[in-house]
């Protein structure tokens, strides 16, 4: 059980490039969830999808950002253009359910640094 | 708005130095209060869940315990690897059961 993994584990850009972010859910979890720790701050949610869909994007900045989970394959949070207060860390979780029931699992996370 | 506040933001105990760690919450409707620990540099590592006033959870050295105010973390006789940042984190079953509401979190130093 590889459990939830995200890539890359660094990722280093412009201003104004854009960032692609991908998680895969543990093995059985169709739920998956992304959060964002900034520096100095606590983890914040931005967005719950499951397959196909998004079911709650109310933390998700209004520009530039936006997430995917598509029927095949990990999920994508997309940052275009991105400026430095983007660099924090993305960290993806899953679950079995909706409710987190059987818990949330979160993956090791991808650090973003803009330059 | 729900709102979670840990205290304190950090604390340093000596080896077997026994403490507790505070979260307090504010929530509409709590469906769950969760215990993470986190290393430097990796994910939340899932440590507890908690969902009723007067429910407690053990693993080896940590005791978990909640209250319709609070929860604490209780560490009994830690040891140098216990060192980690902390985090408590509420579900709202009332506002939206699919997200956490983290707290700062307490960074805990266990020194030898």
């Known amino acids: 059980n590889a459990g939830v993994m995200q890539n890359p584990r660094h990722l280093v850009r412009r201003r104004g490039q854009e960032a692609r972010l991908r998680c895969s859910p543990m093995k059985g979890h169709s739920h998956v969830y992304w959060y964002r720790q900034l520096p100095e701050e606590g983890l914040k949610f931005m967005v719950y999808l499951q397959k196909e869909n998004i079911i709650d994007e109310s933390g998700m900045p209004k520009e530039r950002f936006s997430a995917e989970f598509p029927k095949e394959g990990p999920s994508i949070l997309r940052i275009q253009q991105v400026v430095r207060g983007d660099s924090a860390a993305y960290f993806c979780?899953?679950?079995?359910?909706?409710?987190?029931?059987?818990?949330?699992?979160f993956g090791s996370g991808t650090r973003l640094t803009v330059v | 708005e729900d709102q979670v506040t840990q205290s304190p933001e950090a604390l340093r105990l000596q080896e077997g130095e026994s403490s507790s760690l505070n979260c307090s919450y504010t929530?509409?409707?709590?469906?769950?209060l969760f215990w993470y620990r986190q290393d430097p540099g990796k994910g939340p590592e899932f440590l507890f869940t908690?969902?009723?006033a007067g429910e407690e959870k053990e693993k080896e050295r940590l005791k978990a315990t909640l209250t319709k105010k609070e929860s604490f973390l209780h560490i009994t006789a830690p040891k140098p690897e216990d060192s980690a940042t902390y985090l408590c984190a509420v579900q709202d079953g009332v506002a939206g059961a699919q997200k956490l509401v983290f707290g700062q979190g307490t960074r805990l130093t266990i020194n030898p």
């Open positions: 979780a899953s679950s079995v359910d909706h409710g987190g029931s059987y818990g949330y699992t």
């Open positions: 908690l969902y009723s």
């Open positions: 929530v509409s409707g709590l469906r769950g």
